[in-house]
């Protein structure tokens, strides 16, 4: 868990969401009629691992065709001018790939509501890596009305993303094939699926208002430490736990929480555990159970 105990303490003792509550509806923009809200916050593309230049050249040429322009690389071949990459890009080799920033997996999934993108899926619920799953299309209406800090986050050309990445990543997203063939290209998945997410990102598309503003990542991820603390107390086994920590990660993957409801949960889990912490404690000392282990 990240920060010292007293910042956790000051952080999730705001679950009121007092300081998100304020009324502006005095303000000088309110009277003057001028809309200061910030435009809606475009998804970064992430690429885990390519192994081809030309197939991150070809998702730089998409990203410009669907008005999109951050483009990050986790351990990327060498992408020279005089390259494939850059020969596949057009005119994104001007701005997205000079610009394409090397980060780490861990990074993006500190900082982003993430979208890991798999051909194969689960078909039921007992695959929890890869089900449940969206399609482009209902990516793209799950995003409307969210604005949240993005990433869709593609694997390699040859595996995709295994079942220990997409595991840390919030929701899935497939899209549709023939099941005899269901595997596309890199670069034609992500073409495919950053179309169909255009309305999202071409600016002469209107939008509605977005209705909900999702939670800063780094307070949902602190709130998943809290969640692994809670199930550890439990006692239930090592398989369930992670069962269920990923149960939880894909039911506030789709739900988007807003600020004032993580940190409720933030304080009510971090109260739970603090008082587990102590039954156990006490069951030491007094050489007690504290209640059936499994």
């Known amino acids: 868990m990240s920060g010292s105990e007293a910042d956790r303490n000051g952080a999730d003792e705001g679950e009121s969401g007092g300081g998100t509550e304020t009324d502006h509806s005095g303000s000088d923009d309110a009277?003057?009629?001028?809309?200061?809200?910030?435009?809606?916050?475009?998804?970064?593309?992430?690429?885990?691992?390519?192994?081809?230049p030309g197939n991150v050249g070809t998702i730089a040429r998409a990203m410009k065709n669907f008005?999109?322009?951050?483009?990050?690389?986790?351990?990327?071949?060498?992408?020279?001018?005089?390259?494939?990459a850059y020969g596949f890009a057009g005119h994104a080799r001007e701005d997205v790939l000079p610009n394409a920033d090397e980060v780490t997996f861990d990074e993006v999934v500190a900082n982003y509501?993430?979208?890991?993108?798999?051909?194969?899926?689960?078909?039921?619920?007992?695959?929890?890596?890869?089900?449940?799953?969206?399609?482009?299309?209902e990516l793209r209406e799950s995003l409307k009305t969210v604005d949240a800090p993005t990433a869709i986050v593609f694997g390699r050309e040859g595996r995709g993303l295994n079942n220990e990445e997409l595991s840390r990543l919030d929701e899935v997203c497939s899209i549709p094939a023939d099941d005899d063939y269901p595997v596309l290209n890199l670069g034609q998945a992500a073409t495919v699926l950053l179309y169909e997410l255009r309305e999202l990102t071409v600016a002469e598309t209107q939008l509605p208002d977005?209705?909900?503003v999702r939670a800063p990542e780094a307070d949902v991820e602190r709130f998943h430490g809290y969640f692994d603390e809670f199930l550890a107390s439990t006692g239930q086994r090592e398989h369930v736990r992670?069962?269920?920590?990923?149960?939880?990660?894909?039911?506030?993957g789709r739900a988007h929480p807003t600020e004032r409801e993580i940190h409720s949960l933030l304080g009510t889990f971090r109260k739970a555990n603090t008082k587990l912490e102590h039954a156990d404690h006490l069951a030491a000392k007094y050489d007690e159970p504290v209640y059936p282990r499994e």
């Open 210 to 212: 977005a209705d909900v």
């Open 242 to 252: 992670e069962r269920n920590a990923l149960l939880m990660r894909r039911l506030l």
């Open 67 to 84: 008005g999109l322009d951050d483009l990050k690389l986790v351990n990327s071949p060498e992408l020279r001018e005089d390259g494939e």
């Open 113 to 137: 509501h993430t979208v890991g993108t798999t051909a194969i899926t689960g078909e039921d619920d007992r695959s929890h890596e890869r089900f449940p799953f969206k399609t482009p299309v």
């Open 31 to 52: 009277a003057t009629g001028r809309d200061d809200t910030p435009a809606r916050r475009k998804p970064v593309v992430v690429v885990v691992e390519p192994e081809t």
